[in-house]
């Protein structure tokens, strides 16, 4: 990998709730890619719904928030 290479786990914690919290994290990145002519990709894992969780393959892990307390199961229907 490169210095200009970037990969970014994207861990959504909103537990299927309606948000913009994932459009932020996403146009944030965009922008920061853009203006530092970085080779930048994301994942996005859904860990409270889908129990997806990321590698450790990637230099940067950015968590959404969420609805409730993942611990406890508080927020989910």
Known sequence: MNSNQLKVAIIDMNNGAPNQGMRGIKEILKTYQEHHDLDLSYDVFDLRQNDEV????????????????????????
């Not at 990321?54 to 611990?71: A, K, R």
């Open 54 to 77: 990321p590698g450790l393959e990637y230099q940067i892990y950015i968590s959404s928030g969420g609805p409730g307390s993942p611990y406890d199961g508080n927020g989910s229907k």
